[in-house]
T-cell receptor, first 111, second 114 residues
Framework: GQNIDQPTEMTATEGAIVQINCTYQ??????LFWYQQHAGEAPTFLSY????GLEEKGRFSSFLSRSKGYSYLLLKELQMKDSASYLC????????????FGSGTRLLVRP | ETGVTQSPTHLIKTRGQQVTLRCSSQ?????VSWYQQALGQGPQFIFQ???????GRGNFPPRFSGLQFPNYSSELNVNALELDDSALYLC?????????????FGPGTRLLVL
């Protein structure tokens, strides 16, 4: 079956670095997505990883290890506006038209 | 470039009623997927439409149905509403059907069933 696990909540301080982990189990693999979702708003696309390694995009980086079924999202120089939920999502290999989402990690950035 | 739009933004219905939610895909996109997101949960896949045909369906009953039009806009219809249907309904568009295509989400319709 398909399963995605993320921590429910995390708290960090403005200016710091935070790592949000995601582990997944899917039949087949077509890459892994990270989305950011502010309360009451739509998810917005952050990153897509299909090969192992780190992809850097400004203050945000995403890492993937396919052999370990593991990814993380790294947020640097945290800002108050980074307070949001971060969703990890995978398209399962046997039905790649859909995304299976984790429950999301609620990040609270404190001054 | 126009992003994904949805209407209405909020809706209140009573149990047993029917509802239609609408979505306009991002320009250049021909695929629309619908998701249901309960409070505190990740989005759950309902179904996807590609070239006006249903291209896959999640674990939702037949009272959830949809359409895609020639301009790639889409509708989600829910019949015989139940209290548990209260959720944020998200539409996402992409440029093709397949796992590697990034899905871009609209702002959602928040449905409350009383």
């Amino acid at each position: 079956g398909q399963n995605i696990d993320q921590p429910t909540e995390m708290t960090a301080t403005e200016g710091a670095i935070v790592q949000i982990n995601c582990t997944y189990q899917t039949s087949g693999f077509n890459g892994l997505f990270w989305y950011q979702q502010h309360a009451g708003e739509a998810p917005t696309f952050l990153s897509y990883n299909v090969l192992d390694g780190l992809e850097e995009k400004g203050r945000f980086s995403s890492f993937l290890s396919r052999s370990k079924g593991y990814s993380y999202l790294l947020l640097k120089e945290l800002q108050m506006k980074d307070s949001a939920s971060y969703l990890c999502a995978v398209p399962p290999g046997d039905s790649s038209y859909k995304l299976i989402f984790g429950s999301g990690t609620r990040l609270l950035v404190r001054p | 470039e126009t992003g994904v739009t949805q209407s209405p933004t909020h809706l209140i219905k009573t149990r047993g009623q029917q509802v239609t939610l609408r979505c306009s895909s991002q320009s250049g996109h021909n695929t629309v997927s619908w998701y249901q997101q309960a409070l505190g949960q990740g989005p759950q896949f309902i179904f996807q439409y590609y070239r006006e045909e249903e291209n896959g369906r999640g674990n939702f009953p037949p009272r959830f149905s949809g359409l895609q039009f020639p301009n790639y806009s889409s509708e989600l219809n829910v019949n015989a509403l139940e209290l548990d249907d209260s959720a944020l309904y998200l539409c996402a568009s992409s440029s093709a059907s397949g796992g590697s295509e990034t899905q871009y989400f609209g702002p959602g319709t928040r449905l409350l069933v009383l």
